[in-house]
């Protein structure tokens, strides 16, 4: 079953709002076995509302609309559908009288708009809406359903999840969809595509793969599509398996994982604290430790030393480390982390000392520059990286590379203390 959403307002292609319908509607039809087709905003116009509805029929089995059902003179919706499906208007008297009760308990009394939004087209079928007083509408036209709901997104979820989603899986049209997201850290796109080649080439016909890449990491979505999700889930995590095998240093994560949550586990395994001693980062790994629920069990705290008399006086950095080799150097890097972990008495540490920009920079130490050092019970590691020019671009880099770098650490402790104790 193919799917099509369109969304109706101005206020949408003005950019006074930001459409989060579409995008949880997609994912939640995918969830469901249904590929979305296409995804479209269109004007509070007559003619562009009927010329999306007819454009939709002919590419979808399942059209979506959201807004335009309020109960001002600028929501037209319900007068196109009319238009669209040939039809009249009638008052839905279930839905008059649940608009009735929400108003009462609130002390609003009813007006002429409010019995309005009871009106609807002779030819749908009504979806009760709980959360608000516009019901949801739900068509069919030859081989299409078209279902309108409020722009509301409180309202829309509620409708999708009660009434559309149910009445879909009785029609026994959906097929089943899995989806996998594999996180690939430390390799860039062209070079992950060349080294997958030959995996990627003999994966089932029925999977589809995505590389997904942004300026921190590539995500690779594998899709598989058929009538049996439990072969789907199957084949997919085999060839996951193929894929550790073929990359094992560099997967970090899978689907919606963070590497501050992945380290966190981590941690948690190896049951240790982290501390972290920021300089360029300005304390945003702290955030993102911070920001995951229960970080308390393994994040002990953090300095933010962005003074050098701070990384002095907090972090034990010695003035004649700073004298020879400045701030932003292998040596102070090394000096911070041991700093941060004798000074918070926690088992690894991370640090970080660069030039975040867009000043500072220098011909030796160009903008981008950034020490990053990772200590953990028994091992230390230090690395120079050479970012960009863009200062949060920067601080977002050195912040997720000093993760993955502490979880490159945290795996290979965790694995010698495993051999040890055999």
Same mark, same amino acid.
């Given at each position: ?215 921190? %990491? =590539?995500?690779?979505?594998? #899709?598989?599509? !058929?009538? +049996?999700?439990?072969? @789907?889930?199957?084949? *997919? ?35 240790? %604290? =982290?501390?972290?001693?920021? #300089?360029?980062? !300005?304390? +945003?790994?702290?955030? @993102?430790?911070?920001? *995951? ?50 000074? @918070? ?78």
């Amino acid at each position: 079953m193919k799917a099509e959403i369109i969304t109706i307002g101005d206020e949408i292609l003005i950019g006074q709002i930001v459409d989060t319908n579409s995008a949880w509607m997609a994912e939640q039809l995918n969830l469901n076995g249904i590929e979305v087709y296409q995804v479209s905003s269109v004007h509070d116009d007559h003619k562009h509302i009927l010329q999306a509805l007819a454009d939709a029929q002919q590419r979808a089995d399942l059209v979506l609309i959201t807004g335009g059902l309020g109960p001002t003179k600028d929501d037209i919706t319900k007068k196109c559908l009319c238009e669209y499906f040939n039809c009249g208007m009638h008052t839905h008297q279930p839905s008059l009288q649940a608009i009735t009760e929400r108003l009462e308990k609130r002390g609003i009394a009813l007006n002429q708009l409010n019995r309005d939004q009871a009106l609807v087209p002779d030819s749908c079928t009504v979806l009760p809406n709980k959360n608000g007083t516009a019901p949801g509408m739900w068509f069919e036209k030859q081989d299409t359903i078209f279902v309108s709901m409020p722009g509301v997104p409180y309202e829309m979820t509620g409708i999708m999840e009660d009434e559309v989603f149910p009445r879909l899986r009785k029609s026994g049209k959906l097929k089943s969809i899995y989806h996998q997201t594999i996180l690939v850290y430390g390799i860039g796109e062209s070079t992950l595509s060349e080294m997958l080649e030959n995996w990627e080439n003999a994966l089932p016909p029925f999977i589809k793969l995505a590389y997904l890449p942004n300026q921190l %990491m =590539v995500r690779l979505r594998l #899709s598989a599509y !058929g009538t +049996n999700s439990d072969e @789907l889930k199957q084949t *997919v995590d085999q060839q996951i398996g193929k894929l550790q095998e073929l990359i094992p240093d560099h997967i970090c994560g899978y689907n919606g994982d963070t590497l501050s949550e992945i380290t966190g586990k981590l941690l948690t395994k190896a049951s240790a %604290m =982290v501390a972290v001693a920021e #300089s360029c980062t !300005g304390g +945003n790994i702290a955030h @993102l430790y911070t920001e *995951v629920p229960g970080s308390s069990s393994y994040f002990k705290g953090g300095v933010v030393a962005y003074s050098n008399d701070v990384k002095m006086a907090l972090l034990n950095v010695k003035a004649a480390t700073l004298d020879a080799h400045g701030a932003v150097s292998q040596q102070t890097a090394l000096e911070m982390v041991a700093g941060v972990k004798q000074a @918070l008495g926690s088992d690894y540490g991370i640090a970080t000392t660069g030039i975040a920009g867009p000043d500072g920079g220098t011909s030796d130490k160009p903008v981008g520059t950034v020490w990053i050092a990772v200590s953990g019970k028994h091992t230390t590691r230090v690395e120079c990286f050479r970012f960009h020019h863009n200062r949060s671009r920067n601080i977002e880099r050195a912040s997720q590379t000093a993760l993955n770098m502490l979880r490159q650490l945290l795996l290979t402790e965790i694995n010698e203390a495993a051999v040890r104790t055999k």
